[in-house]
């Protein structure tokens, strides 16, 4: 199965930016649809964005225009450019991928591997 290992997250206040990286290995990282996800506690894990095989990005409504998903075949690596933080965005992020069994679906990919996850709290 694929491996996912984030990292990038932290702590930052309101109004900052972060980036986000995912490390992707164990299987063909370019022609796979990936994705973020985020969880707040007491929450439903959510979807953030998604990326297509062609680089057609897809986003939730409340980040639209804030983050920005992006990809490097060559490092195999997703990335998550986050700006304009709010406190609201306080969540462990996830990254996302097509695995076997896979239930979760987002503007057309299905996931179903997820890496550790990394934390972003954002204060006001």
């Known amino acids: 199965q694929v491996r996912l290992v984030e990292s990038g997250g932290g702590s930052v206040q309101a109004g900052g930016s972060l980036r986000l990286s995912c490390a992707a290995s164990?299987?063909?990282?370019?022609?796979?649809?990936m994705g973020w996800f985020r969880q707040a506690p007491g929450k439903e894990r959510e979807a953030v964005a998604r990326i297509s095989v062609r680089d057609i990005t897809a986003y939730a409504d409340s980040v639209k225009g804030r983050f920005t998903i992006s990809r490097d075949n060559a490092k195999n690596t997703l990335y998550l450019q986050m700006n304009s933080l709010k406190p609201e965005d306080t969540a462990m992020y996830y990254c996302?991928?097509?695995?076997?069994?896979?239930?979760?679906?987002?503007?057309?990919?299905?996931?179903?591997?997820w890496g550790q996850g990394t934390q972003v709290t954002v204060s006001s």
């Open positions: 996302a991928a097509p695995g076997d069994g896979g239930r979760t679906w987002f503007m057309g990919c299905v996931f179903g591997n």
């Open positions: 164990g299987y063909t990282y370019s022609a796979s649809c």
